[in-house]
C-alpha cells in the first residue's frame, strides 16, 4: 500500500513568486492536513480538508491556501513569497481525521527555500 | 486556540535507563493525543496514541498516560535504545470537533552509549 506522497521534494523560488504544493494521500484516505515544519516554531497546523471541504484552518495569513479534489489529493498555494515561508510543509492523511481519531500519517515534505 | 507546551527540549540518558517527556495542552475539548518520533531528515511517525477516555496506553517499550483533569500526557520509553534517538512530538487534537494538530516544540532524545 503506497504511502502519502508529496511532489515536489525541494522547491526554491524568489520572493514575491508563488508555488503549489501536492499531496497524494494514502488510498482511502479522505482527511489530508497541511503543516509547515521549521527550527524555530516547529510543526504548526496551517489547514485540513474533509472530502473537498476545508473543516479547519491554523492561523496563516491569507497567502497560504489550499484545496482538495474529488480524488482526495490536495494542493497547498503560497502566494506572494517572503524568506520567512521557507520551510519543511508535510501533510498528512488520515482516513477520518482527527475528529474521528484516526491516526495520520505523513509524507516526506516538499522543501521550498525562499531567496 | 489549543497551546501545547513540551518539555525538556532536549532529553540525554543512558541506554537502558527509562526516559519520560512531558506535555500540557490547554484546550479542554481535545480529545486525541499522538506521539511522533521524527528522525534526521525523515518524516514524523506515529509511535503511540491515546484517547480522552483512555488513562494509559502500552505498546512494549513505550508508554503514555493521560490526565484530563490536569491536561497533561506523558511519553514514556523504558530500556532506551541507540536506535531510539530522535526528536519526539506531542500533539492534541483541535478541539473535540475539528480536525487538525496542534504540536509541541519536540524533545530531541539522545541516547549515551
Known amino acids: 500500500k503506497a504511502g502519502v506522497t508529496q511532489t515536489p521534494r525541494y522547491l526554491i523560488k524568489t520572493r514575491g513568486q508563488q508555488v503549489t504544493l501536492s499531496c497524494s494521500p494514502i488510498s482511502g484516505h479522505r482527511s489530508v492536513s497541511w503543516y509547515q515544519q521549521t527550527p524555530g516554531q516547529g510543526l504548526q497546523f496551517l489547514f485540513e480538508?474533509?472530502?473537498?471541504?476545508?473543516?479547519n484552518k491554523g492561523n496563516f495569513p491569507g497567502r497560504f491556501s489550499g484545496r482538495q479534489f474529488s480524488n482526495s489529493r490536495s494542493e497547498m498555494n503560497v502566494s506572494t513569497l517572503e524568506l520567512g515561508d521557507s520551510a519543511l510543509y508535510l501533510c498528512?492523511?488520515?482516513?477520518?481525521?482527527?475528529?474521528?481519531?484516526?491516526?495520520?500519517?505523513f509524507g516526506q515534505g516538499t522543501r521550498l527555500t525562499v531567496v | 486556540g489549543e497551546n501545547v507546551e513540551q518539555h525538556p527540549s532536549t532529553l540525554s540518558v543512558q541506554e537502558g535507563d527509562s526516559a519520560v517527556i512531558k506535555c500540557t495542552y490547554s484546550d479542554s475539548a481535545s480529545n486525541y493525543f499522538p506521539w511522533y518520533k521524527q528522525e534526521l531528515g525523515k518524516r514524523p511517525q506515529l509511535i503511540i496514541d491515546i484517547r480522552s477516555n483512555v488513562g494509559e496506553k502500552k505498546d512494549q517499550r513505550i508508554a503514555v498516560t493521560l490526565n484530563k483533569t490536569a491536561k497533561h500526557f506523558s511519553l514514556h520509553i523504558t530500556e532506551t535504545q541507540p536506535e531510539d534517538s530522535a526528536v519526539y512530538f506531542c500533539a492534541a487534537s483541535i478541539g473535540g470537533g475539528a480536525d487538525g494538530l496542534t504540536f509541541g516544540k519536540g524533545t530531541h532524545l539522545i541516547i549515551q552509549p
Open positions: 480538508y474533509f472530502s473537498e471541504t476545508q473543516r
Open positions: 498528512a492523511s488520515s482516513r477520518q481525521g482527527q475528529a474521528m481519531n484516526t491516526e495520520a500519517f
